[in-house]
T-cell receptor, first 113, second 113 residues
Framework: KQEVTQIPAALSVPEGENLVLNCSFTDSAIYNLQWFRQDPGKGLTSLLLIQSSQREQTSGRLNASLDKSSGRSTLYIAASQPGDSATYLCASISSGSARQLTFGSGTQLTVLP | DADVTQTPRNRITKTGKRIMLECSQTKGHDRMYWYRQDPGLGLRLIYYSFDVKDINKGEISDGYSVSRQAQAKFSLSLESAIPNQTALYFC????????????FGPGTRLLVL
């Protein structure tokens, strides 16, 4: 059974800092890995999806990397802003036909002005 | 208009009552999913469906049932609600051609008294 862990559970940084969120998974036979953002009381917004054959994906100030062999992914946020404050979730997508997502419990990020 | 909608957005019910949560999507996706989110536990898969004739149990299906009324509609029922089913419920959809990215609805907050 796939298990996904996110460290740290919470993070508080001053505005302008670059930061890294970590995600690890136990079963490296994944199809894709997806990073989401969740604002309080809201649904999930997909940020980046990395296919298993890729090493990284970039969108604006966000860069996500994937190392399947070590079971790790990182989300790098450059020049953080107060608007980046949210909970960030990573999820592995299984290789089976179900394409099931297994979520980590998230990292709650606060960017202080 | 949102691609994935959920009704109701909030619901309070009593132990033993039957309730239904509804999900509709306009993305034309075949795959639909129901998840629940509990504080500190991330999201867990309840049921998923690949098409109208295909329903599959997820990680935590006990106490729940689903109905896929049409390609665009997938409902989740709690036959006899219990307090530990208090949670935030999300519907999601995915389809081929978009690298299996899952798109989430805004969520339904359920409180069982």
């Amino acid at each position: 059974k796939q298990e996904v862990t996110q460290i740290p559970a919470a993070l508080s940084v001053p505005e302008g800092e670059n930061l890294v969120l970590n995600c690890s998974f136990t079963d490296s036979a994944i199809y894709n890995l997806q990073w989401f953002r969740q604002d309080p009381g809201k649904g999930l917004t997909s940020l980046l999806l990395i296919q298993s054959s890729q090493r990284e994906q970039t969108s604006g100030r966000l860069n996500a990397s994937l190392d399947k062999s070590s079971g790790r992914s990182t989300l790098y946020i450059a020049a953080s802003q107060p608007g980046d404050s949210a909970t960030y979730l990573c999820a592995s997508i299984s290789s089976g036909s179900a394409r099931q997502l297994t979520f980590g419990s998230g990292t709650q990020l606060t960017v202080l002005p | 208009d949102a691609d994935v909608t959920q009704t109701p957005r909030n619901r309070i019910t009593k132990t033993g009552k039957r309730i239904m949560l509804e999900c509709s999507q306009t993305k034309g996706h075949d795959r639909m999913y129901w998840y629940r989110q509990d504080p500190g536990l991330g999201l867990r898969l309840i049921y998923y469906s690949f098409d109208v004739k295909d329903i599959n149990k997820g990680e935590i299906s006990d106490g729940y049932s689903v109905s896929r009324q049409a390609q665009a509609k997938f409902s989740l029922s709690l036959e006899s609600a219990i307090p530990n089913q208090t949670a935030l419920y999300f519907c999601a959809t995915s389809g081929p051609g978009q690298r299996e990215t899952q798109y989430f609805g805004p969520g339904t907050r359920l409180l069982v008294l």
